[in-house]
């Protein structure tokens, strides 16, 4: 990948985590991008919703590029950069020029989303990462509506996707009181995220520590969970 490519395109960011060591294998950069599509009633990072709007930064392909060799020596036990968000796939485009160098330069690549877009370009990204952290949000139609303003159709493309494509992938969900929070529904997302390119089934404790964020963008929190 020229220099001239990596410079000139750029993408918009959250905010940066180095030596992070939750987002996927050994010690990573984690990459959080700004934009999402969907309205989780418990997202902790509800300020990362919107591209555009002075809550990202502009940061060139260049400069992540230089950031993530930085750190190369700490990628260590299969680490790497791990990209996630918002929602990475927002900017999937941008992105593939500084996936193709990474990889080149010897970099594991996780991609951490919720599946939330299947156009060309992000199933692209998709298939160029190594790793897919797929964090599903729910398994029943009319609560994942209800949860994040979204239909699961296309989260579950993505992960009939990573299995017919065989991708190494992560299953993730956030336990919820009511929901998900007993052996039975533990159950039910294990059957149905099974398969060999399943690597690991993560269930994360639901927290409360984005709320104030809901409060400053004028948002009512969901506190029954």
Not at 115 to 136: N, Q
Not at 156 to 175: A, C, D, F, G, S
Request: proline fraction near 4%; charge should be neutral; glycine fraction near 8%.
């Amino acid at each position: 990948m020229s220099l001239f490519k990596l410079i000139n395109r750029f993408v918009e960011v959250y905010k940066i985590e180095t030596l992070g060591a939750l987002d996927g294998p050994g010690i990573r950069t984690v990459i959080f991008l700004q934009g999402c599509p969907m309205r989780c009633a418990y997202c902790h990072n509800a300020d990362s919703w919107r591209l555009g709007v002075g809550d990202g930064e502009i940061m060139s392909l260049q400069s992540l590029y230089d950031l993530a060799l930085r750190y190369k020596p700490y990628y260590k036990n299969g680490g790497g950069v791990t990209f996630s968000g918002g929602e990475a796939l927002m900017q999937a485009q941008a992105l593939m020029p500084l996936v193709h160098a990474l990889k080149k330069a010897g970099i594991h690549i996780t991609l951490d989303t919720s599946g939330s877009i299947t156009d060309k370009a992000a199933m692209k990204l998709i298939d160029a990462v190594d790793l897919v952290i797929l964090d599903i949000k729910a398994t029943e139609e009319d609560f994942h509506q209800s949860l994040t303003g979204h239909s699961m159709e296309k989260p579950m493309h993505v992960l009939n996707h990573l299995k017919k494509t065989e991708k190494p992938y992560w299953i993730r969900q956030v336990v919820l009181k009511g929901h998900y929070d007993t052996e039975a529904q533990k159950r039910l997302l294990d059957a149905l995220t099974e398969h060999p390119s399943r690597e690991r089934l993560e269930f994360l404790p639901y927290h409360n520590l984005g709320m104030d964020k809901w409060s400053d963008w004028q948002m009512k929190y969901r506190k029954e969970f």
